[in-house]
Nanobody
Framework: QVQLVDAGGGLVQAGGSLRLSCAAS????????MGWFRQAPGKEREFVAS????????NYADSVKGRFTISRDNAKNTSSLQMNSLKPEDTAVYYC???????????????WGQGTQVTVSS
């Protein structure tokens, strides 16, 4: 079992920045790829970004490329999502997730955080 606690959401104006964090406990963190997903009201949950267990490779949804950066610190069992140039359409509940794989995949995650609300005002 892996327990994930995500935090860092809030209200920000369009063009602003937020940094989300995810703290993991339980299994060996470095054996898991980490991902971030989001779900807007009335929409399905969608992939945002992922990072391989080594931290050497990342994967992003087209909608956030160049604006969001995912990172991890295996010594601290944390993952972060730096979000810049935020847009109103980025408004959603954001979830961190973990999957026992080496690769920065966009699906099939096994463990989930509780979610943190990000609201971008225009």
């Amino acid at each position: 079992q892996v327990q994930l606690v995500d935090a860092g959401g809030g209200l920000v104006q369009a063009g602003g920045s937020l940094r989300l964090s995810c703290a993991a406990s339980g299994r060996t963190f470095s054996n898991y790829a980490m991902g971030w997903f989001r779900q807007a009201p009335g929409k399905e949950r969608e992939f945002v970004a992922s990072i391989a267990w080594s931290g050497r490779s990342t994967n992003y949804a087209d909608s956030v490329k160049g604006r969001f950066t995912i990172s991890r610190d295996n010594a601290k069992n944390t993952s972060s999502l730096q979000m810049n140039s935020l847009k109103p359409e980025d408004t959603a509940v954001y979830y961190c997730a973990a999957k026992r794989t080496a690769w920065a995949t966009s699906g099939g995650y096994d463990y989930w955080g509780q979610g943190t609300q990000v609201t971008v005002s225009s």
